[in-house]
């Protein structure tokens, strides 16, 4: 996670940003807080989707995640990704399965085969998240949570957790959705972004 921030930071930098508003989805909610945590003075506002960051119990797990984190297979995966185990494992993370499109299993698809990825997931799926509290804790940014009730990946309880550990954290929960809510319903996750910004 430290590399992640690093990269972050630096990247701001390059873009001549000096206070940002982060948002992130999964391992991005947690590149996103841990980022507002190194760096505090350069981050306005704060926005966890459905976000990593706890030792976190899962109800369950996508079939290219679940192969990803076992020793030999993820190796097999680098050299085949069937169509059918990509639209298995998106279905997984939707709330609604009938949102999965085929074009939308296609751009999963696409963006898994591009090179380097499928290795860099199986990196990530070796690494456990730490669970560090005390940072949450420390935090001191307007935040804003946003979660899915149906997700299973990182189930709500975490979003509360979340709230309750960030002072002043503002939660919602999103009935219908699951781990990428602003995939599955971006109209209703956007507006209530829109809304949180607009505040001082």
Do not use: C
Not at 1 to 6: G, L, S
């Amino acid at each position: 996670m430290a590399v992640y921030v690093r990269w972050l930071g630096a990247l701001l930098d390059r873009l001549d940003v000096q206070r940002a508003v982060l948002a992130g989805n999964s391992l991005g909610g947690e590149v996103a807080w841990a980022t507002a945590h190194a760096f505090p003075q350069r981050v306005d506002q704060l926005i966890l989707v459905d976000a990593a960051g706890y030792a976190f119990e899962s109800e369950s797990v996508p079939l290219a995640f679940r192969i990803a984190a076992t020793p030999g297979l993820s190796v097999l995966m680098e050299q085949l990704l069937p169509p059918g185990m990509v639209e298995k494992s998106v279905r997984n993370v939707y709330g609604d399965p009938a949102r999965v499109t085929p074009a939308l299993v296609q751009r999963y698809s696409d963006l898994a085969r591009r090179e380097g990825n499928r290795h860099a997931l199986a990196r990530r799926m070796a690494q456990r998240n730490t669970g560090r509290a005390q940072d949450l804790r420390d935090l001191a940014v307007p935040t804003l949570i946003l979660w899915g009730a149906h997700d299973r990946l990182i189930p709500p309880v975490y979003g509360e957790r979340f709230a309750a550990d960030i002072q002043g954290a503002k939660l919602v929960v999103f009935k219908d959705l699951g781990h990428v809510p602003q995939e599955e319903d971006p109209a209703a996750t956007v507006a209530v972004v829109q809304e949180f910004l607009k505040k001082p």
